[in-house]
């Protein structure tokens, strides 16, 4: 650990962990299926876009095992099941809600019709039992006018330097983006980045990570010179230490991770896809930082989202 260097902590901060979640909320499907809505937009979806009799199955057991895997290393998962047939997107989460320090929570407006019946009032109820919360501000009223923002999808925050990272696209309002920063002290940074073939990137966090002390990134997706350079020098700035990620192994995921806090320190947790698509040395730099967890979820990944989409993470304070 010793040889990861820690992000810049402000003082009023020091002795906590912003960035790490002190839990998540992981929606279970009962009856998965890759949501042909979302396909239109969503490149990572059309590759992998293979629909099999026994999806809903294979989607239910996988989800079962990541929660399995970590609560037996100490994560505080809140498991919901979702027995709807209308909500094939229900396992990513982290798109339609987001908590934030201080007893903050933001509902957001989704893109399509089925993600919009993804919000849920047990799950808002039980943060507010558990945990607390002071206030919920919900943008989702703005559906009406089109405008859209997809949550921990469509941006990447750094809870530490206040930063708010995201990629253009439909799914990510430049009128609602500058709202939710002012409303919860972000700072935005907004860039265009597209894969080889020029699709534009659908959600910023298939393409970037951001944990306490790294950032993977797959910086050559972000194809004007000026942009990619003032964003890599944004995030080194911050201290941490920047793995590029290829374009490759961005489609393998790479960048769709999520830091959590065990109950031996804090996991970096990835799919198997994400994971073989590294190199030996990207491994071995996470590794002096964190503790890698792998978990195998290729039936999900077939709805173009990774385990960072499937974990909505909780950053607020536990009630007494």
Not at 17 to 40: K, S
Not at 60 to 82: I, M
Not at 296 to 309: H, L, N, Y
């Amino acid at each position: 650990m010793s040889s990861c260097a820690p992000a810049n902590l402000h003082p009023s901060v020091i002795g906590k962990n912003p960035q790490t979640p002190v839990g998540v909320v992981l929606v279970r499907p009962h009856h998965f299926i890759a949501n042909p809505e979302t396909a239109l937009d969503n490149s990572f979806q059309a590759i992998a876009n293979k629909q099999d009799i026994t999806d809903g199955y294979n989607a239910f057991k996988e989800a079962s095992g990541v929660v399995d895997e970590l609560k037996s290393l100490g994560v505080d998962v809140h498991v919901f099941e979702d027995e709807n047939y209308h909500t094939p997107d229900s396992v990513f989460p982290n798109n339609w809600f987001s908590t934030h320090a201080g007893g903050h929570v933001a509902i957001y407006p989704m893109s399509v019709e089925s993600r919009r019946r993804e919000r849920r009032t047990d799950i808002i109820e039980m943060l507010k039992q558990v945990y607390r919360v002071q206030d919920i501000i919900d943008y989702s009223g703005q559906e009406k006018d089109g405008r859209y923002l997809e949550g921990t999808g469509a941006m990447v925050l750094d809870h530490i330097e206040r930063v708010a990272y995201v990629c253009k696209s439909r799914r990510s309002d430049p009128v609602l983006l500058e709202r939710f920063c002012s409303q919860f002290n972000y700072e935005p940074m907004v860039f265009d980045a597209s894969d080889s073939n020029g699709n534009a990137v659908y959600h910023t966090n298939v393409l970037m990570c951001i944990t306490s002390d790294l950032v993977l990134i797959g910086a050559k997706m972000v194809r004007n010179d000026t942009q990619r350079a003032e964003l890599l020098q944004r995030l080194k700035s911050t201290g941490r230490k920047v793995i590029e990620l290829s374009e490759k192994q961005v489609s393998s995921f790479a960048g769709n991770m999520l830091e959590v806090q065990g109950a031996a320190g804090r996991l970096l947790v990835m799919s198997a896809t994400a994971y073989h698509s590294l190199t030996s040395e990207q491994i071995n730099l996470i590794e002096q930082c964190l503790s890698i967890v792998v978990v195998s979820i290729p039936t999900i990944e077939k709805a173009g989202g990774s385990v960072r989409c499937m974990l909505a993470g909780i950053h607020l304070s536990k009630r007494l």
